[in-house]
């Protein structure tokens, strides 16, 4: 979020709706005028209730949860690093056996916070960001049919016939895609995952 738009004129909301609407239920405060002592108490209840932070899933496995998770990697509103340690967390507390029967956690390269998008920064065109992450889970679910450790994001048009402009593998993590130096660099057939 831009610095300017966190500023308010004298009487507007602030323009930030969570710091209104969740935090303080009240359209005046700004980032630069709030109290925070004075919404502590909210503040803690929403921190209780909304961070992840316990590494033991063992009651969601328990009750047959399944879990897929995709971080995007140029996301800089919440920083794939905090996903990577949450997960590598998980793993430490319940070991890497536990872990594969029922979560599958995904790094999408290139893709930001904001609509789920992204720029390739050397040509400007649309990284690839659209994957059937609701097929994925119902496979496994209701099929038993565990998602691949490579799964395939595509960036195509918005029309029919909804032609497929590139592609590029989304892989598990820890691995990465890589570039094989053979093929169309806008094919997911030329990347490998890998460490």
Known sequence: MNWKTLRAKPGEASN????NTVIASDPSPTPLTINIEEYKNRIQDLSALLDAQNPDLSAFRSRGGKLIWKVNSADYTANPRWSY???DKIVS????SAVNSFLRFYVAIGISHDRNAGKNPVTNEPVPNYGDFISLID???EKGKIPADRQVLVD???APPFTVRSSLPMCRYPQYPRYTGHGNQKDASSYICTR
């Open 139 to 141: 496979d496994w679910v």
């Open 16 to 19: 930030v709706p969570w710091l």
């Open 156 to 158: 195509m048009s918005t």
């Open 93 to 96: 507390t319940m070991g890497q």
């Open 85 to 87: 340690d949450y997960y």
